[in-house]
């Protein structure tokens, strides 16, 4: 999914009762099966290791100092006496859990933190085992060419193989053994056959729904991807598929192993597909198109960038109506924030790479008449429960966004130890078991550690090498267009260069029945998607009175297996050297990321992302003819295949002096997909805190680490809003005691840093409570007073839909989720910025083009704050915390908190709120080879 179009997978999986739940499965369990699982045994602990039998370290050049952290813990696979111990009596399965605590503490700990203490709450990511801590050791199927020791700590694998098949055997095997169910899951997500293998609950049929129209796969379409990966990338291609396919293997040993020994996860029991007494059901084997399927989920939630012209179209055709088309354009321009000048930059040091800017004469572009936009239908012939989900595919032409992951990289020009020292991490939301999974490998060509997504863990994904380390952010920039194709004969013929061409289509066909699991009554349906030349039909409407289907072509359509060619280049220290040969690696990858890199000596940085070049005039924002003349250059619809920019025209750098990201602005003239690119950005949190530690100088790994936390507990709008809205309301005496009381509670949560922090680690209350509630009362209230009676409701509901008013924590409504932990992203932050400074006079850079507040002036702006925050300052915690399945109404620590959300049979309790990555490295390597 388009980081710019509607957010509902990870609204799905965020919310409560995401899928797959099983909420009150007990109910229905018989007490012979309780029985019978309680009697049947848990997964077979390995044998003890002893001295001799350690894994030695390998060649490890950070002295120590690297560290990481993945909540909630390493084991993700509980078998059916596991599941029902945890439901009834609260039991965690071992390493479950044990790296919760020390995520959640941080958020209290961390301005006591030194260089000594960050490994108490992060663990050592030293390569190796020492002898005193090595848990067990595992020969996977008799193999003698790999071994698997887990550590006591965590219980993370570190696989170390002789040969090449052996090492991704062994990794294959230690996956399944960590993550079985979830892999099992997610291949289905990915194959839109999530409610036939887990039931029918609307949340599961709205995750299918929304990743299929997105990526509707044949299986034909799957194994094409493998080998046009294999075929177009020589010796490292050959090697990828020979290590997928150890890796399957290893994996479906498991899943024997598991299966006779009846300790596989017991959510197969849960969901029908095993019996608890006789061991009836199979377990399907993996394949080498799963991983496809597995990674087009991955590839959707995070790294895909654009989308959404269809909603621009909408909101630029009502700024037009409503100022006419000069001045409505302009206005829309300076929201849209393209390249707004005050955007926080990750390339800061002056360097320009333009990419998706406005054209100077557009052309091509194919708005729709007004009124005639509808969402293509993808649910036919429903029976029972089945049925469109609105949350997950809806009709309105909305566009919330979501992205993720931060970084904070300094130079070792500006650190204690004269090294780089790195805090980084993808943001990729709270699940039990959680998406990532944290592994060693030591192999003929591989040598790292770090996380990988479940199911793709072949190579380690974001981690560090033996003198390396790297990670990524989601960017965003446009790698989606939206194309008009005129209708002909039918409505599913359609002109492709002057021939009336079929529109493909493509079905799945769904039914499902009640499981202990999952109650849901029985029921079906068929999903549709009709397929052209350039990419699947998502809306159709008239251009002009003609009839059309609006397309969504993305470049990585088809090749969501070509960035394994990159993670296999990160794992390899024959490959990667320096910050140039890191460069090179991922350019491999076709995803839209941030890449962050940090040595001894030096760092880097570089955007990935196959970024089309567009036909002269083609502007990205909105739809286009499709067209010969309007086709990206040297387009090749066969293969989907086109010309890229070339990788010196995506942001690049060494050694600069620092580099931040929170999926901000990456460089000058670089335009993302996403809205939000403005003078306030959540990327401002962790820019202003580094900026001022490289000014200071002797950065360590401590004091990156509070930056980041400190970041994490802020509120963006206090911070960086409330000081010039406060301004306003200064300008004259506050009289109404109402407001008074309320501006003095906001003004000392300020002084105190405005964040959102318990009085006491474990308290579940928030010190200044009524502060915070006030805000949050009070920011979509301002908005809509501040903007609406200027913008009219018609287009300022438009521009809501390009971007959400507000993303707190609380935040339901908002793009991610309640419950979900990254916040802040996406709002209407630099619009109220910009327009509050205009209203005071002071200089604005890039400003609205006109200035809404009270009408501009500073006496009818005041009113405007003063009314609203005295509304505000009325509505009780309750009706600002309506609470939801987990919280009581009025509760605002649990409104915030992080819920790890259930994607299989074990539950984890709340954890008060930060805004930081999921999972995270604090890295500075001491050494160089």
């Not at 050049?61 to 599941?83: E, F, K, M, R, V």
């Not at 001045?327 to 800061?348: C, I, K, M, Q, Y």
């Not at 309640?818 to 802040?824: E, K, M, N, P």
Request: proline share 6%.
């Amino acid at each position: 999914m388009p980081r710019r179009t509607s957010p509902t997978p990870l609204v799905r999986l965020r919310t409560p009762g995401g899928f797959p739940g099983f909420p009150g499965f007990l109910k229905t369990a018989s007490v012979c099966a309780l029985v019978a699982a309680l009697l049947s045994p848990f997964a077979p602990t390995a044998r003890p290791a002893s001295a001799a039998e350690q894994i030695t370290a390998a060649d490890d050049h950070c002295g120590g100092q690297c560290s990481d952290i993945l909540p909630p813990g390493q084991n993700g696979n509980a078998t059916l006496a596991q599941i029902l111990l945890n439901q009834i009596f609260g039991t965690q399965p071992e390493h479950a859990e044990d790296q919760l605590g020390p995520y959640a503490n941080l958020a209290k700990g961390y301005p006591a933190l030194t260089n000594a203490t960050v490994n108490t709450f992060f663990n050592d990511a030293s390569f190796g085992v020492p002898a005193d801590q090595v848990a067990s050791t595992l020969k996977p199927a008799g193999r003698t060419d790999v071994t698997i020791v887990r550590d006591k700590k965590t219980g993370v694998p570190h696989i170390t193989g002789t040969t090449r098949y052996g090492t991704e055997f062994g990794v294959g095997y230690a996956a399944a053994q960590d993550r079985l169910w979830l892999m099992d899951v997610f291949r289905h997500v990915g194959r839109g056959q999530l409610t036939a293998f887990a039931g029918g609950d609307p949340s599961n049929q709205g995750l299918e729904q929304q990743f299929w129209r997105n990526a509707p796969y044949t299986e034909a379409d799957l194994q094409a991807q493998i080998d046009n990966a294999v075929a177009t990338n020589g010796e490292r291609g050959r090697q990828a598929l020979a290590d997928a396919n150890a890796y399957l293997d290893g994996i479906n040993a498991y899943i024997d192993a598991s299966d006779s020994g009846r300790y596989f996860p017991g959510e197969y029991v849960l969901t029908g597909h095993k019996d608890s007494i006789t061991n009836a059901g199979t377990i399907e084997h993996f394949k080498v198109t799963d991983l496809v399927a597995l990674g087009s989920v991955i590839g959707a939630l995070f790294g895909s960038g654009g989308g959404g012209e269809v909603d621009n179209a909408l909101s630029l055709l009502a700024a037009q109506e409503k100022y006419g088309v000069v001045e409505g354009t302009a206005l829309w321009e300076a929201f849209r924030e393209r390249n707004d000048p005050e955007a926080v930059l990750t390339v800061h040091d002056g360097q320009s790479f333009p990419y998706a800017g406005k054209p100077a004469d557009p052309q091509g572009a194919a708005l729709p008449d007004p009124g005639s936009v509808v969402r293509e239908p993808l649910i036919h012939d429903a029976t029972g429960t089945g049925g469109p989900q609105a949350g997950a595919a809806s009709a309105a032409v909305g566009s919330a966004k979501r992205g993720m992951s931060n970084a904070l990289v300094v130079s070792g020009r500006s650190t204690a130890g004269g090294h780089p020292v790195a805090v980084f991490g993808p943001q990729t939301g709270y699940f039990a078991p959680q998406l990532l999974m944290l592994q060693e490998i030591q192999g003929p060509g591989l040598s790292a550690r770090g996380a990988s997504f479940a199911g793709l863990s072949m190579y380690v994904e974001l981690g560090r090498g033996q003198d390396y380390a790297w990670s990524a952010t989601t960017s965003g920039q446009d790698i989606i267009d939206t194309y008009a194709v005129e209708l002909c004969q039918d409505d599913h013929h359609y002109l492709y260069r002057g021939t009336c061409t079929a529109m493909e289509k493509v079905e799945q066909k769904n039914s499902w029945k009640p499981t202990t699991a999952d109650g849901t009554a029985a029921g079906s349906y068929t999903m549709r998607v009709w397929r052209t030349k350039y990419g699947p039909v998502e809306y159709r409407a008239t251009v002009g009175g003609k009839k059309v289907a609006y397309t969504t072509l993305r470049s990585s359509f088809m090749h969501e297996a070509d960035s394994i060619i990159g993670f296999q280049m990160l794992n390899d220290p024959d490959h990667v050297k320096g910050p140039e040969s890191f460069q090179t690696a991922v350019q491999h990858i076709n995803y839209t990321f941030n890449w962050f890199y940090a040595d001894a000596t030096h760092t880097a940085y570089y955007n990935s992302g196959d970024n089309p070049v567009r036909a002269p005039g083609v502007d990205s924002e909105f739809p286009a003819w499709a067209r010969p003349a309007y086709e990206w250059r040297d387009w090749v619809p066969a293969t989907n295949t086109a010309r890229y920019t070339p990788p010196s025209a995506h942001p690049n750098s060494v050694d600069q002096d620092y580099y931040v990201s929170w999926n901000n602005k990456q460089a000058l003239d670089y335009s993302t997909a996403s809205w939000g690119d403005g003078s306030v950005h959540r990327g401002n949190l962790l820019d202003d805190r580094v900026k001022k530690l490289v000014a200071a100088g002797g950065v360590t790994r401590a004091s990156l680490v509070k930056a980041m936390a400190e970041a994490a507990l802020a509120d963006l709008r206090a911070e960086n809003v409330l000081p010039d809205l406060l301004k306003v309301i200064d300008s004259a005496p506050v009289t109404d005691s109402t407001a008074a009381a309320a501006v003095g509670k906001l003004r000392t949560w300020l002084a105190a840093g405005g964040r959102r922090t318990e009085t006491a680690a474990g308290s579940k209350k928030y010190a200044d409570s009524d502060a915070i509630r006030i805000l949050d009362a009070w920011w979509p209230l301002l908005v809509k007073a501040e903007f609406e009676p200027g913008l009219g409701t018609g287009l300022y509901t438009a521009f809501t839909r390009n971007l959400p008013v507000d993303e707190s924590p609380s935040a339901a409504h908002g793009p991610t989720g309640a419950h979900a932990g990254s916040a802040f992203q996406f709002g209407w932050w630099s619009y109220v910025d910009k327009d509050i400074r205009a209203v005071l006079g002071e200089p604005v850079r890039g400003g609205l083009t006109r200035t809404f507040c009270g009408g501009g002036t500073l006496t009818g702006c005041r009113d405007v704050l003063l009314t609203t925050l005295k509304e505000a300052a009325g509505k009780t915690a309750a009706q600002v915390y309506p609470g939801d399945t987990l919280c009581a109404a009025g509760d605002q620590w649990c409104a915030d908190s992080i819920v790890q959300r259930t994607l299989g049979g074990i539950k984890h309790g709340n954890i008060s709120w930060q805004n930081r990555p999921t999972y995270q490295q604090v890295v500075e390597f001491t050494s160089h080879r």
